[in-house]
Each structure stands twice: as C-alpha cells, then as structure tokens.
C-alpha cells in the first residue's frame, strides 16, 4: 500500500498529492481522509474527484490518525493494490436503498471481500441501510466504517465520493481482499436495565414511562456523587453514556451530545422497546478495550503492518493527552491510517452489522 501525508493550508497541495497516487500503477483505488479542520476547496475537490477514472472514496472527519498521531488539520491518501466497486446511499429508505445494496454490489461480491461504509453522521434512519445489507449480504463480507462530519454537527458535504464530497448520503465499497476486525469499547453497566418507552429517532423522551431528564441524570448524580451540570452537558455526561442490551449480552453504546426540551439526544437512533443501562468507564478501562480491540483482529487474521484504524473522536477528547496511550494499544508500530469518527461502523463476522458511538475499532489487511 502507498500512503502519503498531507499537513498544509494549501489546498492545490492536496489535489496534487492526489493526482501523483492515481498514476502510480500499483495503485487500484484510494482512500482518503480529511480532518475537519484541513482548508479545501470543496468545489474544486469535488470537481477534480469526478474527472478520476480511479475510484476514491472516504470522509471528511472530525480527526485523521497518521502513523499513531491525531490530527485534524491534515489529509491522509492510501493507495490500495486492489480494484474498487462502490454505491452512493443518497434516501435513506427500503424502496431506494434495496435496489442499490442487491444490484450494484452483487458482482463485486465474494468470500474474502471487505465492505467499507461511510456515511454522513448527521442522517437518521441510518439502521435502514445496515439492516438491508446485512439481511442480504449476511457475515461473509467484513464491514468496516465511520460517520462523517465534524464536531460542529452542522449539515456539510463531508462523504468523498467520485461524484463530489456529498452531504446527506453514504457510500459502501466493496474490495476483493479480507480485512480482519476487532471491535471493544471498556464501558461498564451502573444502572438496572430500563425499558426505552418513548422515542423519536435518535431523542429519547422517556425510560421506564418516566422522563428521562428525571432518570438519567439521577442516575449519573448517584454515581458521580456530583450535581448534574446542565449548562456544561457533554463534560458532565462524557463518562456516562447509555448502552444498549443485545440478546448476547454485549452492548451497543450510544453517545448524548444535548438535552433539549427534555429529551435526551444520542448521535445515533435508538429503537422504542429496547433495553438500555447507563455505562461508566474510566480511561484505564477504555484503553484495555483498546488493547483487546486489536488482539481481535490479530487473532482473526494474519498480523499485518497495515492497520485500520477506527476510533470514536469522544473517546479522544475523554481522554485528551491520554489518548496517545489508547493509540499506542491500537497501533504499536505507530504506522496505522485512520480516523476519529462520528460513530463507528463494524461488523467482526459473527455479530450483527451496526453503528457504534465511544468504540474502538481495529481493522487489520492481510
């Protein structure tokens, strides 16, 4: 694989960069990732995108992981030795979403094949798209992906496609070459289950017919031993998000970003009927997760120096200067290409396809 580094305020540099990856012959698709704070031109990318005949997909997210570093204001290109199949998601319901996932992914689908997901983290109803491509293409393939945006959660164009830096859609890629995936997050249970009663989306209204402004931050309080701070949310709930109960007994973690006229909102939806628990972890617990997130996917495949990284940008700015130990657990020879996400997208071959938020994820090419 070839990868090279960006870290300029000059846009025309990263559309150079790009045009130098394509004409190497070797180099079959790209990836690429842009942190949110790196200055582009979206227009002049997006036109430069649709004149390639070689396939680039990725994202513009609120962080970029170069060689076990954060970074937000650089953009990354791996140049990928395998061909690449891909379709945009631009409605986000059964009718659009069948046809594409059953007719423009078939003939690219095979054993060993990885699927990559990106998807704009601000759409909702986005389980639509990971129940049909699961429900058709199953656990033979290995899903691997994250949401797009940055850390404003402002509508922008932010899924890099051939066909422009998109707003509102998603993209799923399919290459000829297993990636093997270790997923972990270092959350633990505090609360007794509570029945999600009332919900829209991703706004929960009441838990167990209680408001949940009246349950979850009594709960937190608890904890904490710490008034609930309603003015300074996210540094108050960081520690603290909710988990969701699967029939495995792990759990799917969601991430509160705001309170608003009572309702608890998650970056991710959340099904009415669900059982969840209020999750605390500590940043020893969460780079363990780490660690264990990484001996998944070695143990799954071939150890490779080349490493995927998906991580969640809560997790970074939980941990601040902490993270790089969190890093170093993912990625010990420090030479990994990634980024830190707006939920993370993940499927290890013998769980169910989903969207997680506050996880950590390690992807490893054999």
Not at 234 to 262: A, Q
Request: with cysteine; hydrophobic share 40%; aromatic share 10%.
């Amino acid at each position: 694989m070839i990868k090279q580094i960006v870290k300029t305020s000059d846009t025309n540099s990263l559309q150079s960069a790009l045009d130098q990856m394509v004409v190497q012959e070797e180099v079959k698709s790209v990836i690429l990732y842009i942190g949110e704070n790196f200055p582009f031109d979206t227009d002049a990318l997006s036109y430069q995108l649709k004149s390639l005949s070689t396939t680039v997909i990725g994202g513009v997210f609120p962080e970029v992981i170069i060689d076990g570093q954060r970074s937000n204001d650089s953009a990354i290109l791996l140049g990928l030795p395998y061909p690449m199949s891909y379709i945009v998601i631009d409605e986000f319901d059964e009718r659009n979403i069948l046809p594409k996932v059953t007719e423009g992914l078939k003939d690219h689908f095979e054993e060993n094949c990885t699927f990559f997901v990106f998807i704009d983290a601000l759409i909702r109803n986005k389980t639509i798209l990971f129940d049909t491509l699961y429900n058709y293409y199953g656990s033979i393939p290995n899903y691997l992906g994250g949401g797009a945006g940055t850390l404003k959660f402002e509508p922008t164009p932010c899924v890099v496609t051939n066909e422009g830096i998109l707003e509102g859609a998603a993209l799923v890629a399919s290459i000829p070459q297993k990636v093997t995936i270790g997923v972990a997050h270092g959350w633990s249970p505090i609360s007794q289950p509570l029945k999600v009663t009332e919900v829209s989306n991703n706004e929960i209204i009441s838990l167990d017919w209680k408001p949940v402004m009246d349950v979850y931050p009594s709960i937190v309080e608890e904890h904490s031993k710490e008034k609930f701070d309603y003015e300074d949310f996210y540094n108050c709930v960081k520690s603290y998000p909710i988990g969701i109960k699967k029939l495995n007994d792990n759990m799917t973690v969601r991430d509160p970003f705001k309170t608003e006229n009572g309702r608890l909102f998650l970056l991710d939806d959340i099904e009415e009927g669900s059982y969840v628990q209020v999750l605390y972890g500590n940043i020893n617990t969460l780079i363990e997760a780490a660690r264990t997130a990484r001996l998944q996917a070695e143990e799954k495949g071939k150890v490779s120096d080349n490493t995927f990284i998906i991580d969640c940008i809560s997790r970074g700015l939980f941990m601040e200067e902490d993270f790089k130990n969190e890093l170093k657990e993912l990625d010990p020879l420090s030479n990994s290409f990634g980024a830190l996400t707006l939920g993370e997208i993940a499927n290890n071959g013998d769980e169910y396809l989903d969207v997680y938020n506050k996880t950590a994820v390690v992807g490893i090419f054999e």
